[in-house]
């Protein structure tokens, strides 16, 4: 396993110091949502750390335009801001660790939800959506499946060679059998 130098881990926090207060800036330019920006500046601080070797004799405003293409990418993509995987950074985020008295075992809670809790509701979602995806013909299957992968009307309608139009008509229809489904 590597580990990071001394002078490299004070490198990056020369740079975070540096920008981190125009990262702020980029974050609350491309979010109006609080917990939107703070997600935002963790993406482009997580991206510098990542390329802090490549970016090391780059220009301020060089790394800024990175971190905000990189920004901006994850956010109209509409995917969750920590959903990529990233090679040697573990990211952690527990609300709640409890200790069960002694033992080896380590109880996890997010947000006062289990993770078995977790675990479960995600397979229950994962269950309906593909029961209701199972109801739609093969065009409605094909929008449905490019928005569950976080995909935009309009990113779907020049995937699929479409008009914005018939993507929203596809999207209510998928809209309006899901409801008949729930309500089933």
Not at 29 to 53: F, G, P
Not at 99 to 114: A, P
Not at 139 to 147: G, P, V, Y
Request: charged share 35%; aromatic share 8%; glycine share 6%.
């Amino acid at each position: 396993m590597k580990t990071n130098t001394r002078g490299e881990i004070r490198e990056f926090y020369e740079l975070l110091e540096r920008l981190d207060e125009k990262l702020r800036e980029i974050a609350c330019r491309i979010a109006a949502c609080r917990a939107d920006q703070e997600d935002l500046l963790q993406e482009m601080r997580i991206y510098l750390w990542e390329r802090r070797k490549e970016l090391k004799d780059k220009t301020d405003s060089y790394i800024l335009r990175g971190c905000y293409f990189r920004a901006k990418h994850y956010l109209n993509r509409g995917k969750s801001i920590d959903s990529r995987k990233r090679g040697n950074v573990v990211i952690v985020s527990l609300e709640n660790v409890k200790d069960l008295g002694g033992s080896d075992q380590v109880y996890l809670s997010f947000d006062g939800f289990s993770m078995v809790e977790e675990a479960r509701n995600m397979l229950i979602g994962e269950e309906i959506r593909e029961r209701i995806r199972g109801q739609l013909n093969s065009k409605l299957r094909e929008t449905f499946d490019l928005l569950t992968q976080g995909y935009s009307p309009s990113e779907i309608a020049r995937k699929l060679n479409l008009s914005y139009e018939a993507v929203r008509l596809r999207v209510r229809r998928i809209r309006h059998l899901a409801r008949v489904y729930l309500d089933s």
